[in-house]
């Protein structure tokens, strides 16, 4: 997304702090980094649309959701690391020394987005979803402690205002793209601000988009070196849809406030989904209309090569589905042209895209950012993924960048002018605690080690292989919450919520056990439990003994006590057995106690 912006007067704003130092004394120059941020997160830090970084010279920006003492609110943090990789932490006050600003949690929704202006100032905008204006700007340079609510000084103070998305332009100016409410007439619009340095004042530009019965959604904003700003978009229903459709682009000439297309084309504004042109880069598919929930569109950005579009990246789900594919779209000159960078079908049941996706380009090489999961028994894991293509190769390569990651995560990326390296921001909302990291992906030496998304998959599901003999066992149990959470369900092979084996409520010492179709040598054991919409660990097995049958008898092989984790394995040491079974003394830590298992696995020994 973010492709070399300007910044050369915000670098001499930020020189004059001392929070820039030379390219050839930059801390992570050379090599992939990753760091974690050394702040606290809070667990709604996440969203697909949002900006919440920035990079002048050397010096990175991050703007995050932090946790706040009241209970579904949190406080805005901003933090900046000097290219001495040191950090500096400040939050929005009302006023110099106030406590810190509080707002409600909404996750997806309100989330800050910020920039950095010419002279160094730092603009945040947050917490709107359908509110009026939250605006808060620094009183000093580049300094993240001094940021103080300035919302007074915008235009429309009246309007209800969503999903902000920020850019720097050459001169130093800043702007903002967001959707207006415009309920009482139907309609939902794109407007575009824009912040003039040398008056200190932000103005309402134009009306990008609008058309009654439509909501404007706005995904990006970059502005060339030639002055225009580019605007990505995707159209809904009004007033709102998770599902989207209709993706757009425009390009506004504030010199001549006129719009043009991707061909170049002028064109009439307020932009509807009707207008003509190359506008669309993503048209309605047969049988699809606007309030369509596949297919769809959701998340979407884009990069320039100097003034020109290098492409677009997106989600887009195909009829029917419901895991996302990451695609890529461009113009040629006459026509759109659009790919399947990473195809989720291909890569097994549960494999999708979360809503993240960026794009940067420098030099002759084009990346793709997105955040490939897996659902694994029960728990979403997702690993951030760059595909990287050189002008001159016709396929994608990919690596991996950051962790693997408990729940999804979030990213958004921007190409750092010093050295053409890309600064990732990572949000992990779900892990416990929720993370927020720095990753440095440069482009004068390798991403990182080539593999394949195929690869990339297996790794997230942490298969650990082997022979499962205990497939197709017959399996006996003390009891079954229902008819259709019967034991056969731990051994079918399955890792879904819907095939479990779910004891009955008052069943206080559950017991499952299961006749292996041979005698054989075990490994280990292991056993998966828990249900997917506890993102913590209260739904796990907490405390049982794992036994084993053989010709004497049962024999224990070991017992787990206050477990916490999903998947657990109990050496076997090859014992011969001929039947496996648990016995449970406290089936789960939640509210409804029983106890409930995704599979029993006995691996032979191999």
């Keep these: 997304m973010r492709t070399l912006r300007g910044g050369s007067a915000a670098a001499v704003a930020a020189l004059a702090l001392?929070?820039?130092?030379?390219?050839?004394?930059?801390?992570?120059?050379?090599?992939?980094?990753?760091?974690?941020?050394?702040?606290?997160?809070?667990?709604?830090?996440?969203?697909?649309?949002?900006?919440?970084?920035?990079?002048?010279?050397?010096?990175?920006?991050?703007?995050?959701?932090?946790?706040?003492?009241?209970?579904?609110?949190?406080?805005?943090?901003?933090?900046?690391?000097?290219?001495?990789?040191?950090?500096?932490?400040?939050?929005?006050?009302?006023?110099?020394?106030?406590?810190?600003?509080?707002?409600?949690?909404?996750?997806?929704?309100?989330?800050?987005?910020?920039v950095v202006d010419g002279d160094g100032i730092i603009h945040?905008?947050?917490?709107?979803?359908?509110?009026?204006?939250?605006?808060?700007?620094?009183?000093?340079?580049?300094?993240?402690?001094?940021?103080?609510?300035?919302?007074?000084?915008?235009?429309?103070?009246?309007?209800?205002?969503?999903?902000?998305?920020?850019?720097?332009?050459?001169?130093?100016?800043?702007w903002v793209l967001v959707r207006t409410g415009t309920d009482a007439d139907g309609a939902r619009e794109g407007v575009l601000y824009h912040y003039d340095r040398d008056a200190g004042t932000w103005a309402r530009e134009t009306t990008i988009a609008?058309?009654?019965?439509?909501?404007?959604?706005?995904?990006?904003?970059?502005?060339?070196?030639d002055g225009r700003v580019h605007v990505l978009w995707e159209w809904g229903p009004f007033p709102a849809d998770p599902a989207r459709h209709l993706g757009s682009y425009a390009v506004y000439d504030p010199a001549a406030g006129t719009l043009a297309d991707a061909a170049g084309s002028a064109i009439a504004g307020p932009i509807t989904p009707t207008t003509a042109g190359a506008v669309i880069w993503r048209p309605l598919l047969d049988g699809e209309t606007i309030r369509s929930y596949t297919p769809a569109v959701q998340s979407a950005k884009l990069a320039l090569d100097g003034s020109v579009l290098a492409g677009i990246g997106y989600r887009f789900v195909e009829k029917d589905r419901t895991a996302y594919d990451a695609r890529f779209a461009r113009w040629d000159g006459s026509t759109w042209v659009d790919e399947v960078v990473v195809d989720s079908a291909s890569l097994g049941d549960g494999v999708a895209t979360?809503?993240?996706?960026?794009?940067?380009?420098?030099?002759?090489?084009?990346?793709?950012?997105?955040?490939?999961?897996?659902q694994v028994c029960g728990e979403v894991r997702s690993r951030a993924v760059v595909a990287e293509r050189d002008d001159a190769a016709s396929a994608w390569s990919f690596a991996g960048v950051g962790e693997a990651r408990?729940?999804?995560?979030?990213?958004?990326?921007?190409?750092?002018?010093?050295?053409?390296?890309?600064?990732?921001?990572?949000?992990?909302?779900?892990?416990?605690?929720?993370?927020?990291?720095?990753?440095?992906?440069?482009?004068?030496?390798?991403?990182?080690?080539?593999?394949?998304?195929?690869?990339?998959?297996?790794?997230?599901?942490?298969?650990?292989?082997?022979?499962?003999?205990?497939?197709?066992?017959?399996?006996?149990?003390?009891?079954?919450?229902?008819?259709?959470?019967?034991?056969?369900?731990?051994?079918?092979?399955?890792?879904?919520?819907?095939?479990?084996?779910?004891?009955?409520?008052?069943?206080?010492?559950?017991?499952?056990?299961?006749?292996?179709?041979?005698?054989?040598?075990?490994?280990e054991v292991r056993v998966r439990s828990g249900y997917s919409a506890d993102a913590g660990t209260a739904a796990v097995l907490r405390s049982f003994e794992v036994q084993v049958h053989i010709p004497?008898?049962?024999?224990?092989?070991?017992?787990?006590?206050?477990?916490?984790?999903?998947?657990?394995?109990?050496?076997?040491?090859?014992?011969?057995?001929?039947?496996?079974?648990?016995?449970?003394?406290?089936?789960?830590?939640?509210?409804?106690?029983?106890?409930?298992?995704?599979?029993?696995?006995?691996?032979?020994?191999?």
């Design 406 to 523: 408990v729940g999804q995560q979030r990213l958004r990326a921007q190409t750092r002018s010093i050295d053409a390296a890309d600064v990732v921001y990572l949000s992990a909302p779900a892990a416990a605690p929720a993370r927020l990291s720095r990753a440095v992906v440069p482009r004068d030496v390798a991403v990182g080690p080539a593999t394949s998304l195929q690869a990339l998959v297996a790794d997230l599901r942490d298969d650990p292989g082997g022979v499962n003999v205990a497939l197709g066992a017959t399996a006996t149990a003390s009891s079954s919450l229902r008819a259709d959470t019967g034991p056969e369900l731990a051994v079918d092979g399955v890792c879904t919520d819907t095939s479990r084996w779910i004891s009955a409520v008052g069943d206080t010492a559950p017991w499952i056990s299961l006749s292996l179709t041979a005698p054989s040598a075990l490994e």
């Design 124 to 174: 945040a905008f947050v917490s709107m979803h359908n509110e009026q204006w939250n605006y808060f700007r620094s009183d000093t340079a580049g300094d993240v402690r001094t940021m103080v609510d300035r919302t007074s000084t915008i235009p429309d103070l009246d309007v209800d205002i969503t999903y902000p998305v920020t850019a720097r332009g050459v001169d130093g100016d800043a």
């Design 354 to 374: 979360s809503a993240a996706v960026d794009v940067t380009r420098a030099g002759s090489t084009t990346r793709l950012y997105t955040v490939v999961t897996a």
């Design 210 to 225: 609008a058309a009654t019965g439509y909501s404007f959604y706005p995904d990006d904003l970059e502005v060339s070196p």
């Design 552 to 606: 004497t008898g049962w024999t224990s092989l070991g017992s787990v006590v206050a477990n916490t984790q999903r998947l657990v394995s109990v050496p076997a040491e090859g014992v011969v057995a001929d039947g496996v079974r648990l016995l449970i003394s406290d089936p789960s830590a939640s509210a409804t106690d029983v106890a409930r298992v995704f599979e029993i696995e006995a691996i032979a020994v191999d």
């Design 18 to 114: 001392g929070l820039i130092v030379a390219p050839s004394a930059h801390a992570d120059a050379g090599a992939t980094a990753v760091e974690d941020l050394p702040f606290a997160v809070d667990s709604s830090n996440q969203a697909a649309w949002w900006n919440p970084l920035d990079v002048v010279g050397g010096v990175t920006y991050f703007a995050f959701n932090a946790p706040a003492t009241q209970a579904s609110r949190h406080e805005v943090h901003l933090a900046s690391r000097g290219s001495d990789g040191g950090w500096t932490e400040g939050c929005l006050r009302t006023t110099p020394g106030a406590a810190c600003v509080t707002f409600v949690d909404d996750n997806g929704h309100n989330q800050p987005s910020i």
